[in-house]
């Protein structure tokens, strides 16, 4: 067995908790925000932050272990003694190094954080292992004066706790106060053993504002969305503005159901919410080319949606790759809509890719958005909708770059 002094730095392991039960939302930790399992936004900044020898969610669920693998996490199944309501992340944790004894120091990263950064890992990850912390948790600045509570029936006045009211700050003059956000709170083995998540020689680090979003106490769910959107972390890659948007025909644009007449005639469904969706797309000048293993030529022609087609295609890779080289786009500015086991390719290959919320597995898994909508009933229009928020964001990173390249511009002229 390899000792600690031959190993050349401590075994860092990042570890999401994420049990089964839930007293709000059933198996909140991997229901869809924005289109990703909530757990997949942690494991995401987690994985690509580059610094954790390995990557744990500790459950109980097999849905959760499920998607936990799908973001490229190892699995630990934890007891049933430490999965109840009354169960404490300590005691989970310790569980967690009773069974892994490789681990020497645990970065505990909630599940309920989506705005997460890897950035942040990083500088954290440095604190504990070249600056000798033993603990570090995140904090958020916040700007709030407190009062001291009287309780019903106490015959007593309220009193100031970090303010003169006779001089009150403006908020420009004052620097606030460091609160706990639950973000993340790293420890290492031997301050756990005794009990502890905080303790020995600590620090602190400052999370951004727009980064600390606590689903548990902070906003809903359609909040935590738009959160997301603005301030979540997409993968390595940055953002490029969509110019193609593919669609699978069946089980996309269609539910992919199709109905026979006695004369021998086939028949399709589609949902009007999805035509104006194309339509909305085509407005903002991007292009919509419509894809199908079969020939739908017909069904097609009777929607009238004057999109490029290409029927009977038994390699959509290729078809996709083909039309990619012809307009001249990079794969960042493609995006993908499908949704069986023959999309795969295309949805891995493409800069943005989504599936309905009836997909298969596989499919499900190359995706980068889960529809909340199944095909045929408003799954296009849904990533639509997608796309346009993810260009905004593209369109904001934009602006804040000019900023910060003319406020450099400005600083050295003078």
Same mark, same amino acid.
């Given at each position: ?175 606030? %106060? ?6 993340? /709170? =790293?420890? +290492?083995?031997? &301050?756990? $053993?005794?009990?502890? #998540? ?26 935590? %969305? ?6 979540? /972390? =997409?993968? +390595?890659?940055? &953002?490029? $503005?969509?110019?193609? #948007? ?169």
């Amino acid at each position: 067995m390899e000792t600690d002094e031959a190993q050349p730095r401590s075994h860092l392991a990042a570890l999401v908790l994420a049990r089964g039960g839930s007293k709000g939302i059933p198996l909140k930790n991997i229901k869809l925000l924005a289109g990703v399992p909530l757990i997949g936004w942690v494991l995401r900044a987690a994985i690509d932050a580059g610094v954790f020898h390995s990557v744990w969610v500790s459950t109980d669920h097999d849905e959760i272990e499920k998607v936990a693998k799908q973001f490229g996490a190892q699995v630990h199944r934890r007891s049933p003694e430490v999965s109840q309501d009354s169960s404490t992340s300590l005691e989970t944790i310790r569980e967690f190094l009773n069974h892994h004894h490789e681990v020497d120091i645990v970065g505990n990263i909630q599940a309920t954080s989506p705005c997460l950064h890897p950035s942040d890992l990083i500088k954290v990850a440095n604190l504990i292992q070249k600056e000798g912390f033993d603990s570090v948790f995140s904090v958020v600045r916040r700007h709030q004066f407190r009062w001291s509570e009287v309780k019903k029936g106490e015959n007593k006045m309220t009193e100031p706790q970090n303010l003169n009211p006779a001089k009150r700050y403006r908020r420009q003059d004052w620097p606030g %106060e460091l609160y706990e956000n639950g973000s993340f /709170y =790293f420890a +290492k083995r031997h &301050l756990i $053993e005794k009990g502890y #998540l905080q303790g020995g020689k600590m620090a602190y680090y400052e999370m951004r504002a727009e980064h600390s979003v606590d689903i548990d106490i902070d906003i809903d769910w359609p909040i935590a %969305e738009q959160r997301v959107l603005s301030f979540g /972390y =997409f993968g +390595k890659d940055p &953002l490029k $503005e969509v110019k193609l #948007l593919v669609c699978s025909v069946d089980g996309c644009l269609t539910n992919g159901r199709i109905y026979v007449t006695e004369d021998h005639k086939e028949m399709v469904s589609y949902d009007y919410r999805d035509i104006v969706g194309i339509n909305l797309l085509k407005k903002r000048g991007i292009q919509v080319r419509l894809i199908s293993e079969r020939d739908c030529s017909k069904s097609l022609s009777a929607m009238q949606l004057g999109c490029v087609a290409e029927v009977n295609a038994t390699n959509k890779l290729q078809v996709l790759e083909n039309w990619q080289k012809d307009i001249g786009l990079s794969w960042k500015e493609v995006a993908y809509l499908g949704n069986e086991e023959s999309d795969v390719e295309c949805l891995k290959k493409a800069g943005m890719s989504g599936v309905p919320a009836d997909a298969c597995a596989l499919a499900q898994k190359a995706a980068g958005y889960i529809c909340k909508s199944s095909g045929g009933c408003g799954a296009v229009r849904e990533f639509a909708e997608h796309i346009f928020l993810l260009l905004e964001k593209v369109n904001s990173a934009r602006k804040q770059m000019e900023e910060v390249n003319s406020a450099g511009e400005d600083t050295g002229g003078k």
